[in-house]
């Protein structure tokens, strides 16, 4: 079994930062594909950022280029996002996920077969 538990979530001012963890039990990640989706109110589920593994690999969606950041802590088996500049657009539920690593595309949230339970982040202006 796999478990995903997100934290970190919180209340903060346009501008400011937070860093989310996920927290992964149950296997090794290895081989898998680690990501962070976001969900806002009334909007669909949106790619965020991943990692593979074991190669370290990062891929950001276009919208948090340059501002998120996603890495690991391979004793913890905790992935984390540095967010940095949060802007109100930010505001949504971050999800953590993760799959065995495929060919498939990484943003591609229907190939993920774990997730946490979510974290809110709420962005003030």
């Known amino acids: 079994q796999v478990q995903l538990v997100e934290s970190g979530g919180g209340l903060v001012q346009a501008g400011g930062s937070l860093r989310l963890s996920c927290a992964a039990s149950g296997r090794s990640f290895s081989s898998y594909v680690m990501a962070w989706f976001r969900q806002a109110l009334g909007k669909e589920r949106e790619f965020v950022a991943a990692?593979?593994?074991?190669?370290?690999?990062?891929y950001y969606a276009d919208s948090v280029k340059g501002r998120f950041t996603i890495s690991r802590d391979n004793a913890k088996n905790t992935v984390y996002l540095q967010m940095n500049s949060l802007e109100p657009e930010d505001t949504a539920v971050y999800y953590c996920?993760?799959?065995?690593?495929?060919?498939?595309?990484?943003?591609?949230?229907?190939?993920?077969?774990?997730w946490g339970q979510g974290t809110q982040v709420t962005v003030s202006s």
């Open positions: 996920a993760a799959r065995v690593g495929s060919g498939a595309a990484v943003w591609g949230y229907e190939q993920y077969t774990h």
């Open positions: 990692m593979k593994w074991s190669i370290g690999s990062t």
